[in-house]
């Protein structure tokens, strides 16, 4: 059985053997497992929030306006969007630097 420095060494041997396209698919393969993870777990986040809520400020008929609840799930779901728009703007970022790399010529608009 091999050992986790043997796999890690084996592994650096296979991917300085492999070209700089398979190197980057493969890195574009992990990045984009991490954010499929990470996206799970916002998702399960706010879900678990939004239980809190529920349970800490049940909904009732509160006259005009918003209630402190929807503006406590408001301001939520307000961040929640930041953080997805941040992560598409990393990606964004993460996908026009391989390209750089690679020596693709940028989209003209």
């Known amino acids: 059985m091999a ?3 043997q796999q890690s060494k084996s592994e650096k041997s296979a991917a300085s053997d492999s070209s ?3 190197r980057t698919a493969e890195l574009s393969e992990r990045v984009l ?3 499929k993870e990470s996206q799970e ?3 399960e986040a706010v879900r ?6 529920d349970e800490a400020l049940p909904s009732r ?3 005009p306006g918003p209630s402190r609840r929807q503006e406590v ?4 779901l307000e961040m929640s969007e930041k953080l997805v728009k941040t992560q598409y703007d990393f ?3 993460v996908v026009r630097s391989a390209g750089d790399a690679l020596g693709a010529s940028p989209k003209k608009s």
Request: zero cysteines; hydrophobic letters at 40%.
């Open 20 to 22: 700089p396209v398979e």
């Open 61 to 63: 008929g509160e006259g």
């Open 91 to 93: 990606l964004t970022n």
């Open 73 to 76: 799930i408001d301001s939520a």
């Open 3 to 5: 050992t986790a420095s």
């Open 48 to 53: 678990r929030f939004m239980e809190s809520v």
């Open 33 to 35: 497992d991490q954010v």
């Open 41 to 43: 777990s916002a998702i």
